[in-house]
């Protein structure tokens, strides 16, 4: 049973930073096409950013220039750098994998609440 594992979040005064990780299976962040997402109260979920198995990024706009997706070389936590955090960024903030050979293979991690004051 695949499991991702998110870790990082906290409560952080505007314009701070914090790093968010997300782990998974023994190399999965190789083979799955992976990314982070948020829920703010009372809104949908949003898409953050997002790296496929190839490391290429992709990001909202309202994350360019402050948030930057990565992984480790091992491939086996996929991180979420966040800077200059404003009040709006206050989410549970989830990571998510589908599998690049079958998009209906997914998992979702529990969430890490962010909150950031002003």
């Known amino acids: 049973q695949v499991q991702l594992v998110e870790s990082g979040g906290g409560l952080v005064q505007s314009g701070g930073s914090l790093r968010l990780s997300c782990s998974g299976s023994?190399?999965?962040?190789?083979?799955?096409?992976a990314g982070w997402y948020r829920q703010a109260p009372g809104k949908q979920r949003e898409m953050v950013a997002t790296?496929?198995?190839?490391?290429?990024?992709d990001y909202a706009d309202f994350a360019k220039g402050r948030f930057a997706i990565s992984k480790t070389d091992d491939k086996n936590i996929m991180y979420l750098q966040m800077n200059s955090l404003k009040p709006d960024d206050t989410a549970v903030y989830f990571c998510?994998?589908?599998?690049?050979?079958?998009?209906?293979?997914?998992?979702w991690g529990q969430g890490t609440l962010v909150i950031v004051s002003s």
């Open positions: 790296i496929t198995s190839g490391d290429m990024a």
């Open positions: 023994q190399h999965m962040f190789g083979i799955y096409h």
């Open positions: 998510n994998a589908y599998a690049i050979w079958d998009s209906s293979i997914g998992y």
